[in-house]
């Protein structure tokens, strides 16, 4: 009778993991109100089914078309989880399978719907972007399934060698364009310093010009020590003669 008691009370309980919420099958139907962790006592006639509430990861490879209707292959996941508070609603419309039966479809087809909105060339770059659509996407499409959608993310783009090619020429192109433009801003620069440094010059030599009158070079050459002058009248058209001792002196004995 012990033995039989003990192995009664054994089937009679069951226990819902930290994670999980559990549904009680009765014979009157399905219990609303999930059973959350801990051991919980079950007829034996009764049964109990589990819900895993964490979130979860799905990967997809998914093939698609560009907007330039080239064939890319993607890599897409997405994070998901059960609502705790609705599995029964949850098992009501879809059951345990709710990732193959409803989330699976709609991923695919929202990542394909996106991906036809770019240009094969600007996949890789605007993974983040396209990824936050397709979450989106699937939100709107999945909004009354009981389901939480933490994150949609783009793991890898695959694309074909012709427009990796076309890729790393426009990369290249990019790249020369970017450095004409910085050897055109440099000229640019050296151009504007030759043109201050030249005007500069200019107005040194227009203030050396006016400052240079007759009246301050005769005074000058007047003010020098080794400068003799002999000044006559115009009219007796006599020459002028500088320093008449020295060149006495320099003729030979």
Request: some cysteine; glycine content about 4%.
């Amino acid at each position: 009778m012990i033995l039989i008691a003990s192995l009664l009370l054994t089937t009679a309980c069951s226990t819902v993991l930290p994670g999980e919420r559990g549904l009680m099958l009765r014979s009157s139907g399905l219990d609303k109100e999930p059973l959350k962790e801990g051991s919980h006592f079950k007829a034996p006639w009764n049964d109990i089914y589990f819900y895993d509430v964490r979130w979860q990861n799905y990967a997809e490879k998914v093939d698609a078309w560009s907007a330039d209707d080239v064939q890319v292959d993607i890599k897409a996941a997405i994070v998901l989880r059960p609502i705790p508070e609705e599995v029964y609603h949850l098992a009501q419309t879809v059951g345990q399978e709710y990732y193959s039966q409803i989330v699976q479809p709609e991923f695919v087809a929202a990542v394909r719907q996106v991906v036809a909105m770019y240009p094969a060339l600007v996949l890789g770059e605007k993974n983040a972007e396209i990824a936050q659509k397709v979450q989106m996407v699937v939100q709107d499409r999945l909004k009354d399934s009981h389901l939480a959608i933490r994150s949609v993310a783009l793991a890898d783009v695959d694309l074909p060698q012709l427009v990796l090619t076309a890729l790393e020429q426009t990369q290249a192109q990019k790249q020369q364009k970017e450095q004409k433009e910085f050897e055109m801003l440099l000229a640019g620069k050296d151009a504007e310093i030759a043109r201050i440094r030249a005007e500069g010059q200019a107005k040194v030599q227009e203030t050396i010009t006016r400052t240079l009158t007759p009246e301050y070079l005769r005074l000058k050459l007047y003010d020098s020590q080794n400068s003799k002058m002999v000044l006559v009248p115009d009219n007796l058209k006599l020459p002028l003669v500088i320093n008449p001792g020295e060149q006495q002196s320099a003729q030979p004995r």
